[in-house]
């Protein structure tokens, strides 16, 4: 997320981005846009392939430089050569990086400008994968990127989610341009540090680490039979369970009452209401980051019956509502145990954007998750969802992806918040 705040220590640095032929090279001249606004200097280097996507002229416009395309172009040899271009970079990018760029950068091939440039470097080299889920899984490809990692070279994503193909989903969309954005700001405020110490999600990055949720609604009692609920499926914060645990978190996962199974490698508390989901935090904690994605319920009935309250008896019974307790704000503001990373979730019907910032205040988290829920989203109780991520340097928007997407894409933010030791991720 950009920083408004003072100048940054990334101004006046130059990226050189090479271009893959992918149908994510469109998001590049987004890319090159975000880096502008944080004034690092963008050289384009496009592939022939690159070229049947988007055109050096619309790149250039973007970056306002003259677009690189040709080993063999005097012209451009002239200008500046591929060993200069590779070494006045200070950081290069490859985006997309296409399942045929990545192989030949593992073969060392250098037939082409890009491919030259990416073997005479001796900088640090961050590639954006982008593909075909079964291309990205594919054993060839799953060997290449090994050799890349071994080499020191760094990646980011891809995403999961649903291809440009249409009915394809999986592990190949590439990162978003703001992510890209951030991850080449990282890589450039700290040149000296280990590629993999930048990468969102290796596996084991949470290694060590207690990640903390909560999830689910509450159900409050009126009495034995009957309760106040919501309508809360619990699968945003099941899927933040499952995908920290995925990246080697030890995860604890106090839920309310939901019909979903306990993710693999996790520890489940059950409880029913929110007094006894905050007796499971307590007990849970500490923990180096907390998500709170449990939809509580606000109020309890004040004297909940402890025997069935009859029809008739003393016509229709009024219900006394007192205060839940505020499991999120109880944690952010107990400075002796609060986690390093504390996440809430704003789940609001309208002024989304206004509500969710005001309650990242009132609460005293760091993070909010904020999310339209009002009936016409289908959001609430629904498998997908469309957040506003919101922290104390700004908003990022994602689109709209699957909950398991979402959780992927917070949980690779949090490893990356606790490695880095960033505010602004
Ligand atoms: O105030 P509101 O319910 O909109 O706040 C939502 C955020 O606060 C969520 O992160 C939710 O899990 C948390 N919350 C809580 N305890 C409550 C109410 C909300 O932890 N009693």
């Known amino acids: 997320m950009?920083?408004?705040?003072?100048?940054?220590?990334?101004?006046?640095?130059?990226?050189?981005?090479?271009?893959?032929?992918?149908?994510?090279?469109?998001?590049?001249?987004?890319?090159?846009r975000r880096l502008r606004e944080r004034k690092i200097r963008t050289r384009v280097v496009m592939t022939a392939a690159a070229q049947r996507f988007i055109?050096?002229?619309?790149?250039?416009?973007?970056?306002?430089?003259?677009?690189?395309?040709?080993?063999?172009?005097?012209?451009?040899?002239?200008?500046?050569?591929?060993i200069r271009?590779?070494?006045?970079?200070?950081?290069i990018v490859v985006a997309p990086a296409t399942a045929d760029l990545i192989a030949k950068m593992a073969g060392g091939h250098a037939d082409d400008l890009a491919t030259a440039v990416l073997l005479a470097t001796d900088k640090p080299v961050l590639i954006a994968p982008a593909m075909n889920p079964r291309m990205w899984l594919h054993p060839a490809t799953r060997r290449n990127v090994a050799m890349l990692q071994a080499d020191g070279i760094a990646i980011i994503g891809p995403n999961s989610?649903?291809?440009?193909?249409?009915?394809?989903?999986?592990?190949?969309?590439?990162?978003?341009?703001?992510?890209?954005?951030?991850?080449?700001?990282?890589?450039?405020?700290?040149?000296?540090?280990?590629?993999?110490?930048?990468?969102?999600?290796?596996?084991?990055?949470?290694?060590?680490?207690?990640?903390?949720?909560?999830?689910?609604?509450?159900?409050?009692?009126?009495?034995?039979?009957?309760?106040?609920?919501?309508?809360?499926?619990?699968?945003?914060?099941?899927?933040?369970?499952?995908?920290?645990?995925?990246?080697?978190?030890r995860v604890t996962l106090v839920s309310g009452p939901v019909e979903l199974a306990d993710p693999a490698g996790v520890k489940v508390v059950r409880v029913q209401t929110a007094a006894e989901m905050l007796a499971a935090v307590d007990i849970a904690l500490p923990a180096d980051a907390a998500v709170f994605a449990a939809a509580v319920?606000?109020?309890?009935?004040?004297?909940?019956?402890?025997?069935?309250?009859?029809?008739?008896?003393?016509?229709?019974?009024?219900?006394?509502?007192?205060?839940?307790?505020?499991?999120?704000?109880?944690?952010?503001?107990?400075?002796?145990?609060?986690?390093?990373?504390?996440?809430?979730?704003?789940a609001?019907?309208?002024?989304?954007?206004?509500?969710?910032?005001?309650?990242?205040?009132s609460k005293g988290c760091d993070w909010i998750v904020a999310n339209d829920v009002s009936p016409q989203t289908g959001i609430m109780g629904g498998t997908r969802n469309t957040v506003h991520v919101i922290t104390?340097?700004?908003?990022?928007?994602?689109?709209?992806?699957?909950?398991?997407?979402?959780?992927?894409?917070?949980?690779a933010r949090i490893a990356e918040h606790l490695v880095l030791g960033q505010a602004d991720v």
């Open 2 to 32: 950009h920083s408004n705040s003072g100048p940054s220590p990334v101004t006046d640095k130059t990226i050189l981005l090479i271009i893959g032929g992918g149908i994510a090279a469109y998001k590049c001249l987004d890319l090159i």
């Open 55 to 82: 055109t050096p002229l619309s790149a250039g416009a973007i970056s306002g430089e003259r677009v690189l395309t040709d080993l063999f172009n005097l012209d451009d040899e002239r200008e500046i050569g591929h």
């Open 85 to 91: 271009l590779s070494r006045e970079a200070d950081l």
């Open 161 to 249: 989610g649903e291809m440009a193909e249409r009915g394809e989903a999986g592990p190949g969309r590439m990162a978003e341009p703001l992510e890209i954005a951030a991850r080449i700001e990282a890589m450039l405020a700290n040149p000296t540090l280990d590629p993999a110490a930048t990468a969102p999600t290796p596996r084991g990055s949470l290694s060590g680490r207690h990640v903390l949720v909560t999830a689910g609604p509450t159900h409050e009692p009126i009495d034995p039979v009957r309760y106040i609920a919501n309508r809360s499926s619990g699968r945003q914060g099941y899927a933040i369970a499952a995908a920290a645990a995925q990246l080697g978190a």
């Open 297 to 346: 319920a606000d109020w309890r009935v004040a004297d909940a019956a402890t025997e069935k309250i009859k029809k008739g008896k003393g016509g229709t019974p009024s219900l006394s509502l007192i205060e839940n307790p505020d499991i999120l704000k109880t944690v952010a503001r107990r400075a002796e145990i609060r986690p390093a990373l504390v996440v809430g979730f704003a």
């Open 348 to 361: 609001e019907t309208e002024r989304v954007l206004e509500h969710a910032r005001a309650k990242r205040k």
């Open 392 to 411: 104390a340097d700004g908003v990022e928007s994602w689109p709209e992806m699957a909950k398991d997407a979402v959780a992927e894409k917070l949980v």
